[in-house]
């Protein structure tokens, strides 16, 4: 725990993301109810919950691919919860899917390459990128770092189903990300896939936080120093992982209740 | 391996391996070349009527078409309005220009009515870009097309800038240099430097960073805008881009046949344009000028065709029909795709030999 405590003072007080009483209705049906949560910069979260806990539609609030029904969203600060989510992005906010959200028509190396086009200048440019640019360079980087240099010129609907997850990631760290929301990145991913994928997680920079949605507690515990559990589009717990793992309430509902 | 450091420190380690160039577009295919080399000296080929009737016709089309096939095949949106910017190109040559109609026409040179036509239908189809990108898929279809009938209709009906039914007539055409540039060789050479201009330029912007993002926008728009992009400007942008590529094209029409009239601006004219691009194939630029040199051939050809068989000449939209349910139905993407299919069957049988000689 030292290190996490040297690694968060490092960053710096105030809150990296702020979500106060943050609701979200579909029609009659409230998906979140009065969320409140603060997060750290650098702070690493896991948030637990069964299917239809509000876990997914919390990433959607915050990025404001729906945006919230009432409640303030704040990011390092500035109040975000109007924003569309390209402004997000751009300061320095980033996601990845459930359900990998890529680019099938394009090449790996010509996705990362969007990725990192999104959050710099020169998004209309007409201007093909010379031999030197350093945006591809920072793809190349980017795929190297996800393994997947070898097939960086084939087009994504080829890829294997772990690969794209890969680039789901990559995708997620192009620029220079601030905070980082995984949805369930470890879905569908081979053992040797799950520990390249906690190393990736538990090596990027310091000043780097993520919130994770993870079924699966290896993972999920592994790389992160605090855990919110959601029920009913609620916040029902938080807590250290330990805590959260030994407390009865929460076992009961989750952890006991025929979970694999 | 650490992500962000590693991008930093590890610049030009693994980077500087080859990479094909990305600068200009790949002419590195011997066909290419082969077609290039017969376009340019045509002239000496072909008579009069082939030069103009045929090909310079197909560029004109091709290149309206082209512009479709940029807005449908890169970013994803089927505009049906592409010919209806053509055509207000076109109306506002013979208005800003000179013409037979002179209490409409303002009499301005062509080297001022140009742009002016240009800007001008770049605006209309970018404004109608702006409409049509709130919506998706047939929606997109439906908005575009009742702009392309509207227009038809207003052309119809309003006498004092589009002269109603009639049209405008006997539009002048450039002279300087001691040239007629409206004489057949000379109107090839025009014609075909322009489409060339317009299929390099689609070419190219294909593998730019605002060519990619629209390809990125057709794939996943929700996850262009998690990634920074805002989704709908790519997409009004691109249909600026489209409108000045059809607007250029709607100059060359109206030079071509020396007037414009609501008949060139009709509904089933707009769909002209969308089954060219779909016979030829939406998934690279050269696709639109194959598709509308077939068509060119079926219009001007299967009229003789018929009649030669006792069939009504007027039947030749028949033909059209018959062979866009055809290709449409053997090939989703057009005689380009089954191009592509034919040579990877090819490929397979040649490696199929290779191998079993190997084994033998």
């Known amino acids: 725990m030292d290190s996490v405590a040297q690694r968060l003072s490092a960053v710096g007080a105030g809150a990296a993301l702020e979500l106060r009483g943050v609701t979200r209705l579909f029609g009659a049906l409230a998906a979140l109810t009065d969320v409140t949560i603060t997060v750290r910069p650098g702070e690493r979260r896991a948030v637990l919950g069964s299917n239809g806990a509000g876990k997914t539609t919390l990433f959607n609030c915050i990025t404001g691919d729906f945006p919230p029904s009432s409640g303030t969203i704040r990011f390092f600060g500035e109040d975000v919860t109007h924003f569309p989510p390209y402004e997000r992005i751009r300061r320095g906010l980033r996601r990845t899917y459930q359900i990998s959200a890529l680019f099938p028509g394009l090449t790996v190396q010509d996705n990362v390459y969007l990725a990192c086009r999104g959050v710099s200048r020169g998004r209309f440019s007409f201007l093909r990128p010379g031999q030197n640019d350093a945006l591809m360079h920072a793809a190349d980087n980017l795929v190297q770092a996800v393994h997947l240099f070898a097939v960086k010129d084939q087009r994504v609907a080829e890829l294997a189903h772990g690969q794209q997850r890969q680039l789901e990631i990559a995708l997620a760290l192009a620029g220079a990300p601030r905070f980082v929301l995984f949805d369930e990145p470890a879905a569908g991913l081979s053992p040797t896939e799950r520990a390249e994928l906690i190393e990736i997680l538990t090596s990027l920079p310091a000043h780097i936080g993520y919130i994770i949605i993870e079924h699966d507690m290896d993972v999920a515990l592994r790389v992160v120093e605090s855990v919110t559990m959601m029920h009913n589009g609620r916040i029902f717990k938080e807590g250290l992982p330990q805590e959260i793992q030994s407390d009865p309430e929460v076992q009961e509902l989750y952890l006991g209740g025929g979970h694999e | ?360």
């Open chain 2, 1 to 360: 391996m650490s992500l962000a450091h590693d991008a930093q420190l590890t610049v030009g380690r693994a980077t500087k391996a080859q990479r094909p160039a990305r600068t200009w577009p790949e002419i590195n295919n011997p066909a290419a070349w082969a077609v290039a080399a017969i376009l340019l000296i045509m002239p000496l080929i072909a008579s009069g009527f082939f030069l103009i009737e045929i090909f310079a016709t197909t560029l004109i089309l091709g290149t309206m078409a082209l512009s479709l096939m940029f807005l449908a095949g890169y970013g994803g949106m089927v505009s049906l309005m592409q010919l209806t910017i053509a055509g207000f190109s076109a109306y506002m040559v013979a208005v800003f220009g000179v013409s037979g109609n002179a209490n409409i026409s303002l009499g301005w040179p062509w080297w001022l009515a140009v742009p002016m036509a240009l800007a001008l239908a770049t605006a209309f189809g970018t404004l109608g870009g702006a409409l049509a990108v709130r919506t998706e898929g047939i929606y997109t279809i439906m908005i575009t097309l009742a702009i392309g009938a509207a227009f038809y209709y207003f052309t119809n009906q309003n006498w004092a800038i589009f002269n109603g039914h009639t049209g405008i007539n006997n539009v002048a055409t450039p002279h300087f240099w001691g040239v007629n540039w409206r004489a057949d060789i000379p109107f090839y050479y025009v014609v075909l430097a322009v489409a060339a201009l317009c299929y390099f330029a689609v070419e190219y912007l294909s593998r730019a960073p605002f060519g990619l993002a629209l390809q990125g926008v057709r794939d996943n728009p929700r996850r262009m805008a998690a990634l920074g992009f805002n989704v709908n400007a790519h997409r009004v942008a691109a249909y600026a881009f489209a409108s000045f590529v059809a607007a250029l094209a709607g100059v060359l029409q109206v030079w071509n046949y020396r007037q414009i009239s609501p008949g060139s601006v009709s509904v089933g004219a707009c769909i002209d344009v969308l089954i060219i691009a779909v016979v030829g194939g939406i998934t690279r630029p050269i696709g639109p000028f194959i598709g509308a040199l077939i068509f060119v051939l079926l219009r001007t050809f299967a009229l003789d065709f018929l009649v030669r068989l006792g069939l009504d000449g007027n039947r030749f939209r028949l033909l059209i029909g018959l062979g866009f349910l055809a290709i449409v139905f053997w090939s989703s993407d057009g005689v380009i795709g089954l191009w592509q299919r034919w040579r990877q069957h090819q490929r397979r049988e040649v490696s199929r030999s290779g191998g079993g000689r190997g084994h033998g």
